[in-house]
Each structure stands twice: as C-alpha cells, then as structure tokens.
C-alpha cells in the first residue's frame, strides 16, 4: 500500500493551506456585515503593502482620500 509520505515532495499537500494571509477563508466571511468585511480587506491591504497607502488605495481600487477616510472610520 501506499501513503502520503511515498509521494515525491512536489506531490505532497503543503505544510499550510493556501489562502487569504490573515488565516481566514472566503467562506468564513459569508454573513458578516459589509463594513466588517470592508474593514478586513483594508486591513490587510494595509499590512501587506507595509502601511503604504498609497498602494494600499491603488491595489483595492479607491482612492486615496476615501481611503484615508475609511482608515478614519474604521479607527486602523
């Protein structure tokens, strides 16, 4: 028989599962209000453009006032 560990390592599953870089999951957003979402998004935008928000504002497709304003409102 054989198992996972008879796999060549290009074959076998990843240590981490692959997806949004917080850890949570499309699924697990499914429910939660729109300005909670919202405010995940920036967030990690925010995060994974080392607080430059300038490219923050770029890569989530706002501008850069509305997203000085959201960072305001959303107390980041």
Same mark, same amino acid.
């Given at each position: 028989?054989?198992?996972?560990? #008879?796999?060549? %390592?290009? !074959? ?6 692959? &997806? ?6 499309? +699924? @697990? ?5 729109? #300005?909670?979402? %919202?405010? !995940? ?6 995060? &994974? ?6 490219? +923050? @504002? ?19």
């Amino acid at each position: 028989l054989l198992d996972a560990d #008879d796999l060549p %390592e290009e !074959l076998a599953e990843p240590a981490e599962p692959l &997806g949004p870089p917080s850890g949570t999951s499309l +699924a @697990a957003l499914v429910g939660k209000p729109l #300005d909670e979402i %919202e405010r !995940l998004f920036i967030a990690e935008t925010l995060r &994974g453009t080392g607080e430059n928000r300038e490219d +923050a @504002a770029q890569m989530l497709g706002i501008g850069e006032r509305t997203l000085y304003r959201k960072i305001k409102e959303y107390k980041l």
